[in-house]
C-alpha cells in the first residue's frame, strides 16, 4: 500500500465548478499535511498546510480527518488558473524526529475548462 | 525570501557522462537539502537527505555511488550523477530546510535531465 493515496483524475470541470479532492495516509504517526500545487514541468509550490480544525484560504479549504487519515481539499468556483495537478502530502519523521521526509501523492490532475 | 535557485535548469548529455547539479538557498541558510526525482505522469520520489558537513542519506533503492551528494556550505549542495544513463533521464528537484524551520521545504525550479 502507498504511503500516500490520491485520485489520479483528471477532473475536467467547467468554470465555476466545485471541486474537491481525496487522499488517504497510511502512517498514523504522521505529524504535518500539506496540499501542493504542481504546474506541467515546473517545481510544485506549497498551496495550503493542512490542520486539524481545518482552514480556508480564499476558494480553498482544506480538511484532516486524522481518525480516518484521511485529507481533503476543496476548490470553489473553479478558475481556468487552477489547472494544475494538486499533490497531497504527509512528513515522517525520522532520525528521532529530528529531520522531516516529505512523502508526496501521485497528485490529482484538474483541468478546468471555459 | 526563501527562495531556492537550481542550476542547470536543463541538460542533455551523452551516456556515460557525468552531470553536476547545484541547488543553492539564495537568502537563508539551509541545514538540511533534500533531492527528489520525478518520472512522467509520477510523483515527487525522495532520493536522499543532505545535511551540511555531513553525509546524506539516501532512501532505499538509490545508489550512493552513482549519485554523489555534497552539501559543502549551508547554501549550497550538489548532486552529480555519475556514467548516466538514458533510465536516469528525469526532473531532479531539491529543496531546502530553513534552519530553525522544522517542517517547512522550500523547493528549486528543477533540473531536467535528458540522457541520450
Known amino acids: 500500500r502507498k504511503e500516500v493515496e490520491q485520485d489520479p483524475g483528471p477532473f475536467n470541470v467547467p468554470e465555476g465548478a466545485t471541486v474537491a479532492f481525496n487522499c488517504t495516509y497510511s502512517n498514523s504517526a504522521s505529524q504535518s499535511f500539506f496540499w501542493y500545487r504542481q504546474d506541467c514541468r515546473k517545481e510544485p509550490k506549497l498551496l495550503m498546510s493542512?490542520?486539524?480544525s481545518g482552514n480556508e484560504d480564499g476558494r480553498f479549504t482544506a480538511q484532516l480527518n486524522r481518525a480516518s487519515q484521511y485529507i481533503s481539499l476543496l476548490i470553489r468556483d473553479s478558475k481556468l488558473s487552477d489547472s494544475a495537478t494538486y499533490l497531497c502530502?504527509?512528513?515522517?519523521?525520522?532520525?528521532?524526529?529530528?529531520?522531516?521526509?516529505?512523502?508526496f501523492g501521485t497528485g490529482t490532475l484538474l483541468a478546468v475548462q471555459p | 525570501g526563501a527562495v531556492v535557485s537550481q542550476h542547470p535548469s536543463w541538460v542533455i548529455c551523452k551516456s556515460g557522462t557525468s552531470v553536476k547539479i547545484e541547488c543553492r538557498s539564495l537568502d537563508f541558510q539551509a541545514t538540511t537539502m533534500f533531492w527528489y526525482r520525478q518520472f512522467p505522469k509520477q510523483s515527487l520520489m525522495l532520493m536522499a537527505t543532505?545535511?551540511?558537513?555531513?553525509?546524506?542519506?539516501?532512501e532505499q533503492g538509490v545508489e550512493k555511488d552513482k549519485f554523489l551528494i555534497n552539501h559543502a556550505s549551508l547554501t549550497l549542495s550538489t548532486l552529480t550523477v555519475t556514467s548516466a544513463h538514458p533510465e536516469d533521464s528525469s526532473f531532479y528537484i531539491c529543496s531546502a530546510q530553513r534552519f530553525g524551520s522544522y517542517n517547512e521545504q522550500f523547493f528549486g525550479p528543477g533540473t531536467r535531465l535528458t540522457v541520450l
Open positions: 502530502v504527509v512528513n515522517s519523521l525520522r532520525g528521532g524526529g529530528a529531520t522531516n521526509k516529505l512523502i
Open positions: 493542512v490542520y486539524s
Open positions: 543532505s545535511n551540511e558537513g555531513s553525509k546524506a542519506t539516501y
